[in-house]
C-alpha cells in the first residue's frame, strides 16, 4: 500500500521540520531519510522539499549555510532555529487534534 499523497501535502513543513529536530541536514539525505522511514512508501519531490525549504526559511523556521565538503559538490545545510522548534511542537499538536477528529468522524457508529 502506498502513502497517499493528498494525505501528507499539507504536513510537508513539519516532516522536514522533524528531519532537522535530529541534526542539520541537506536536502537529498533529508529526503533519503523520508524513504528509508517509510520503507520506500513516500518521498518528496525536489520541487516540493526546495519550496518548503524557502518556505521555512523566510518565516524564520530554519536557517541554511554552505557546508565545506573537501570531496565532491559543496551542500546546502539546513538548521531549526527556536522559532521552528515552537513551530514543529504546534504543528504536531494540530495534526493529533486533526487525527482525533477524522477518527471520530469516519469511525463506525455503534449500534448500526
Given at each position: 500500500?502506498?502513502?497517499?499523497s493528498d494525505?501528507?501535502?499539507?504536513?510537508?513543513?513539519?516532516?522536514?521540520?522533524?528531519?532537522?529536530?535530529?541534526?542539520?541536514?541537506?536536502?537529498?539525505?533529508?529526503n533519503?531519510?523520508?524513504?528509508e522511514?517509510?520503507?520506500?512508501?513516500?518521498?518528496?519531490?525536489?520541487?516540493?522539499?526546495?519550496?518548503?525549504?524557502?518556505?521555512?526559511e523566510?518565516?524564520?523556521?530554519?536557517?541554511?549555510?554552505?557546508?565545506?565538503?573537501?570531496?565532491?559538490?559543496?551542500?546546502?545545510?539546513?538548521?531549526?532555529?527556536?522559532?521552528?522548534?515552537?513551530?514543529?511542537?504546534?504543528?504536531?499538536?494540530?495534526?493529533?487534534?486533526?487525527?482525533?477528529?477524522?477518527?471520530?468522524?469516519?469511525?463506525?457508529e455503534?449500534?448500526?
Amino acid at each position: 500500500m502506498s502513502i497517499a499523497s493528498d494525505m501528507i501535502r499539507g504536513h510537508t513543513d513539519t516532516i522536514i521540520l522533524a528531519q532537522l529536530m535530529h541534526s542539520d541536514s541537506y536536502g537529498y539525505q533529508i529526503n533519503r531519510a523520508i524513504q528509508e522511514k517509510t520503507r520506500g512508501q513516500y518521498e518528496l519531490k525536489e520541487a516540493t522539499l526546495y519550496t518548503a525549504f524557502r518556505r521555512l526559511e523566510q518565516t524564520g523556521c530554519i536557517t541554511s549555510y554552505w557546508g565545506d565538503e573537501n570531496t565532491g559538490a559543496r551542500r546546502r545545510y539546513y538548521s531549526i532555529t527556536p522559532q521552528g522548534m515552537e513551530a514543529y511542537y504546534r504543528m504536531v499538536a494540530e495534526w493529533e487534534q486533526s487525527k482525533q477528529l477524522i477518527q471520530t468522524l469516519i469511525a463506525p457508529e455503534s449500534g448500526t
